[in-house]
């Protein structure tokens, strides 16, 4: 059964989505072969393996402006970008730091440096903290050393391996949140690294009277608010297409399966009770689709309030669409489902985490005022 997508006009012309698109898939193919992806899993991971290539091929430029040298996509650009590199399972932190630290280096004036280093593939930033599901737990407070920092983040993905770590905190005496810029070789001692089930790579990171420099202060008092609330939509938006893309090729595989294995002497597709169960997969699909596309398109122009119920509502439906698609389609492979060997474990495992890390980064609080 062929997978509907929903066609919605971007800033960016079809033509030139097209060809973004054509580039994508071909660097999935390339060099995410399920095999290989297998193998590097097994290793140490580099995640930085790639991620010249994806300067190469200008996609971390996507969520920025061309003024600044982007490629002036819009939320929804974006997030059809993470649908399309969710097939190949990227290790590479494609939203967490082009999309989500790079909102945050793009909301101060001066950064032009900065962001032509992320764009060109020479640096990594990844931000740590902020996410509104999680208890705000990092304190800094001035005196004539420096800035002290403290306090702890959990489950931080990618930070092992970054450049820049721009942290959230609030300050001692008047609580208001502001962001520094550090470079992670500096604190590096701070990070404990593990795997997440995905096979990924997290870190919990203590700070304990960290003295930094006061050039670390890279954004303060509303400005840090605002571009806190932007990096929060788009970093929603995007985990729910990247769960969109990982679910459509579950899809994909699945519905193969069922027509190619034969069981007693006939295709599974030809069973009804498979038939109906793939269309419920379908449908719950076809649901987070419709969800996510509508949640990247309001962004730029719905207001707070909207958004913020609508994130919630999307998270929601994300969640349940997702654990009936995995499971669903773990079920339908039998006992080869849960092996690392058959790709199918791996996109339901990843879906496990995009749901853990959609609570970190949604206030579920806001249906009780929704």
């Keep these: 059964m062929k997978v509907v997508e929903a066609v919605m006009p971007t800033p960016l012309d079809s033509e030139t989505k097209g060809i973004i698109e054509s580039t994508l898939l071909r660097f999935v193919e390339e060099c995410y072969d399920p095999a290989e992806r297998h193998k590097r899993l097994a290793q140490s991971i580099d995640y930085r393996h790639y991620w010249s290539t994806l300067a190469e091929l200008g996609v971390l430029g996507m969520p920025f402006s061309a003024e600044l040298g982007g490629m002036g996509g819009s939320t929804l650009d974006t997030a059809d970008a993470v649908a399309v590199l969710a097939k190949g399972l990227i290790l590479e932190p494609f939203v967490d730091s082009a999309v989500i630290a790079g909102s945050i280096l793009a909301s101060r004036p001066d950064s032009q440096e900065q962001i032509d280093e992320l764009i060109s593939g020479e640096s990594i930033s990844i931000l740590l903290g902020g996410r509104q599901g999680d208890v705000d737990s990092l304190v800094v407070h001035s ?20 450049d820049y770590w721009l942290v959230v905190a609030r300050e001692a005496k008047s609580g208001r949140r502001v962001i520094l810029r550090i470079e992670s070789a500096q604190l590096a001692r701070c990070a404990k690294s593990y795997r997440l089930i995905d096979g990924r790579v997290a870190s919990d990171i203590s700070f304990s009277d960290e003295v930094l420099p006061v050039e670390s202060l890279w954004l303060e008092g509303g400005q840090a608010e605002s571009a806190l609330e932007w990096a929060t939509q788009l970093a929603v938006c995007c985990l729910c297409a990247e769960a969109v893309g990982v679910m459509a090729n579950l899809l994909l595989i699945t519905g193969d399966y069922l027509r190619t294995r034969v069981q007693f002497g006939v295709p599974l597709s030809s069973f009804q009770a498979l038939q109906h169960r793939y269309v419920d997969m379908q449908m719950v699909y076809l649901e987070s689709q ?39 389609a773990i079920q339908m492979h039998g006992g080869m489902g849960v092996t690392d060997e058959l790709v199918v474990s791996h996109y339901n495992n990843r879906l496990v985490v995009l749901v853990r890390m959609l609570h970190a980064w949604v206030d579920q609080d806001v249906a009780l005022w929704g």
């Design 143 to 162: 005196d004539q050393s420096g800035l002290h920092l403290s306090g702890f983040v959990r489950v931080q993905p990618y930070a092992d391996q970054a």
């Design 290 to 328: 419709a969800i996510s596309r509508k949640l990247a398109l309001c962004q730029e122009n719905d207001a707070a309030e909207t958004s913020a119920w609508l994130r919630f509502a999307a998270t929601s439906v994300i969640e349940r669409s997702a654990d009936k698609v995995g499971h669903e």
